[in-house]
Structures are given as structure tokens and as C-alpha cells.
């Protein structure tokens, strides 16, 4: 066959410009259905879905076979008349030729239910259903918004190494490689590099891949997934929590304006997400969320974080995302600023910013220790390797201004707008403690 020219191209999406016109469809044939002498063709070309109708009358003999011929999934030229649905808001095609580019063996996906391990070890072939189509435009509208955001604020994007020396968080969850030799580890974060970056950026970004060797089996986890880490220099932790709001805010608004159909496919209802976009987020501290938890008959621990449960339901209760701040100092990383309070008890300058409808945590901020002699004494406590560290000590050393940052997982955060169950949904081809094929 003959490809159709760049700029001759039509998209199902753009149909609704060209009713009553002629126009020619690359696609796939995902479904079909017929009712005597008509045949009802369900079409996709990954810009959105349509419903192409041929009629034996209509056409010649060896077309009419063409449509009795084609299988589920078969690539086909779609030739056809744009026109309206007469009882709904779409666009169709009345079809006039149909060429099958490849004809498609039996698709192993039907129209019966499937459990999740099936379609997930499928996944090459799951990804051309509606759901996953929809989840993951949304993925990439998120990817949009945040980048288009922090163009806006005047970020600078400076990418991070993915295989690193140290360790960020915690070096149980590191996954070892050999480099040349030498042990390296996947990134768990970039933040270190940023808070580098800033001293000459004033503002940067980075977004890529992080990989986490935590043997967790639940719906929240990944091995690999995506984070976008900013730091900022000459911010504290009020700021840092300022901009997270707007961050989120945009996010959502870009969804729910550009994501329509994707959330009309999900069944999404949207009115929590429409409230966070016009209310300000809450802000309460650690010991204030606990204490109303307790009193809600919660079992709390004071001294720890917060448990998946107690995140649920402060989300439930206030229907707009909660920062929960200043953390005990003892379970949070050694790099952020730290007070005593005024019950004497070591505390974090830092919010987890957990979102309503269960979506838990979506962001992890602090201000960062920016005093040299604070922090060499905090890793020496942790019996950390402070040689390994010398380089990000060296920041505090030269021109050290108090700075603050943040993390927002993407999966997460488009685990949420979707409103599926399970975070695997939410990246192309999932990876986590099961060994994944594809």
C-alpha cells in the first residue's frame, strides 16, 4: 500500500472538521459488529476512536467481502464520507473502500473478562484498550503540565545521573550495578544534584526514571517509576509548600480541560478533583493530624509517619489535599532542616502532601539543611559514609543559602486523575518485584 502523505493525513480526532467531506483513515479495526447488510467497524489510529458503518448497497462486491473478512485488530485504509452520529455528540464515517494492510491472527484479548495477571502479561497487547489509552493520555497530559509549568517559573531542566554512588534515602532500597568495576547504584532521586544545580540555576528541575529495591506487593509500588525532583534556592519550607500547590492545581485544572474524553472512557467523576482546584489545600502539623486521628479512634503512634490508613482517611475527611507537616526529625532524611519543638521533641522542616479519593501521598518536600557543620554532624549520627557525601557537603561550604525542594511521583499523581485501583496502570509496562514480561 501506498502510505497517505504527511500533510494529507486526516485523524479521527479532527473528524468533526471534515463532515461531509471525503477523507481517507490509517487505523486498526478493534471491533465489529453487523446487522443484516450493514457492518459496524470500531476504529482507533491512537488520536481517538470512531465508528466507521458500510452498507453492502453501497459498495462493491469485493468490499463488501473485505468487511465480512477483516478480524479484530487487522491494520486497514479506511475510505469513507465524514458524518455526524444522529442521536449523539460524535463523528463517524460512512464507509465507501476498505483495504486491509495486514490482516490480524486471533486476538488473544476478547470480549470476556480477563483477570489483571492476564492482561498485564499481555500488556503489549492490553495497551490498545480504552483503558489503558485513556490512563495513559492522561500520563502524558500530567508529563505536560508539569514541564509547561516549570518553563512558566522559570526552571531550568537539568537532567540527573541515573546510576549514582550514594544513596539518597535509604540504602536498603538500592539496586547495585557494576560500573567498570566499581559498585554503582540506580537513582533513587536526583535531589542531591539538583540542590548542586541550584547554586548556579537558581531554579531547577529534573524528571526521569528513579528505581526503588523495596519488596513491596502492594497496589502503591513500582521498582521503577517516574519522579519529578525541583529545588529552589533562597526558599524556605512555606514557600516550598506554596508552589506545590500551585503545581497541583495546574495539573488537575490541565486534566480536567484537556482530558475529557479520556476521563468520559474511565467513568471518572470529577467533582472532588473540581473542589481541590478552587479550594486552598489544608496545612496542618504532624502532631495536629495525629491528635485528630486518635480522637477520630485511631491507635496512633505520635513518634512515627503516618500509615496508609490514617493518610486515607485525613484525605477523606477533608476532600482537598493536606499537607501534614514537620515530622518527627528521626524518621525523616538526613538532609533536611530540623527545630526542636516546644515539647523538646526534633522535628523536620518538611510536608507530605497527601490527596483525597485514597490517592494518599503524592508529594514529599523539605527545607534543606543548609548549615555545613549541622549536616556532617547529622551523617556522622547516622553512621553514614561521610566520604561518599564530601562533594554535597562542599555545597555548604561555598556560598550556602537556605533552599528547599520537592518530589511528585508521576505515576501517583496519574493514579489519582485516572481513579484506577492499582499503580501499574498507570506506566506503559510496569515494573516491580515480579519478574515482568514484556
Request: hydrophobic share 35%; with cysteine.
Amino acid at each position: 500500500m501506498n502510505l497517505i502523505p504527511e500533510d494529507k493525513k486526516i485523524f479521527i480526532k479532527d473528524l468533526k472538521d471534515h463532515v461531509g467531506e471525503q477523507v481517507q483513515l490509517e487505523c486498526w479495526m478493534y471491533n465489529k459488529r453487523e446487522s443484516g447488510k450493514i457492518s459496524f467497524l470500531q476504529l482507533r489510529d491512537g488520536s481517538g476512536f470512531t465508528q466507521g458503518v458500510l452498507e453492502e448497497k453501497n459498495v462493491d462486491a469485493k468490499v463488501w467481502k473485505t468487511s465480512q473478512d477483516v478480524t479484530i485488530e487487522s491494520s486497514v485504509l479506511v475510505s469513507g464520507e465524514v458524518s455526524k452520529h444522529p442521536k449523539k455528540d460524535e463523528y463517524e464515517i460512512q464507509i465507501s473502500d476498505l483495504e486491509i494492510i495486514q490482516l490480524a491472527e486471533e486476538y488473544p484479548i476478547g470480549k470476556k473478562d480477563h483477570g489483571p495477571e492476564f492482561l498485564f502479561e499481555n500488556r503489549d497487547l492490553y495497551l490498545r484498550s480504552k483503558t489503558p489509552w485513556a490512563v495513559l493520555r492522561i500520563r502524558n497530559q500530567v508529563f505536560l503540565s508539569i514541564t509547561n509549568f516549570f518553563y512558566e517559573e522559570g526552571f531550568l531542566r537539568g537532567d540527573t545521573p541515573i546510576l549514582q554512588p550514594t544513596s539518597c534515602e535509604d540504602t536498603t532500597e538500592l539496586f547495585s550495578v557494576d560500573y567498570y568495576g566499581e559498585p554503582m547504584y540506580l537513582s533513587q532521586s536526583g535531589q542531591l544534584y539538583s540542590e548542586a544545580a541550584i547554586m548556579s540555576f537558581g531554579k531547577v528541575y529534573d524528571f526521569g526514571p528513579v528505581f526503588r529495591a523495596e519488596k513491596s506487593k502492594t497496589r502503591n509500588h513500582l521498582s521503577e517509576f517516574w519522579m519529578m525532583d525541583a529545588e529552589m534556592a533562597f526558599y524556605d519550607q512555606d514557600m516550598n509548600e506554596d508552589l506545590q500547590e500551585r503545581l497541583v492545581k495546574r495539573i488537575l485544572k490541565d486534566a480536567l480541560e484537556n482530558c475529557k474524553l479520556e476521563l468520559e472512557i474511565l467513568e471518572r467523576d470529577t467533582t472532588v478533583m473540581e473542589q481541590c482546584v478552587a479550594k486552598p489545600f489544608k496545612r496542618m502539623k504532624h502532631f495536629e493530624a495525629k491528635k485528630e486521628l486518635e480522637e477520630d479512634g485511631f491507635s496512633v503512634d505520635y513518634n512515627d509517619d503516618m500509615t496508609t490508613e490514617e493518610e486515607i482517611a485525613l484525605g477523606n475527611k477533608y476532600g482537598i489535599p493536606v499537607f501534614i507537616e514537620d515530622y518527627p526529625f528521626e524518621v525523616k532524611s538526613f538532609y533536611m532542616k530540623s527545630y526542636e519543638d516546644d515539647k523538646g521533641v526534633k522535628r523536620a522542616r518538611c510536608a507530605d502532601l497527601i490527596a483525597p479519593e485514597e490517592a494518599r501521598e503524592i508529594i514529599g518536600g523539605s527545607q534543606r539543611e543548609d548549615d555545613y557543620d549541622v549536616l556532617l554532624k547529622e551523617l556522622k549520627e547516622r553512621d553514614y559514609p561521610v566520604s561518599d557525601y564530601e562533594w554535597y557537603l562542599n555545597i555548604r561550604k561555598y556560598g550556602s543559602v537556605p533552599h528547599a525542594g520537592f518530589g511528585i511521583g508521576m505515576e501517583r499523581m496519574t493514579r489519582w486523575i485516572s481513579g484506577v485501583h492499582h499503580i501499574r496502570e498507570t506506566i506503559p509496562f510496569p515494573r516491580t518485584t515480579v519478574l515482568n514480561r514484556p
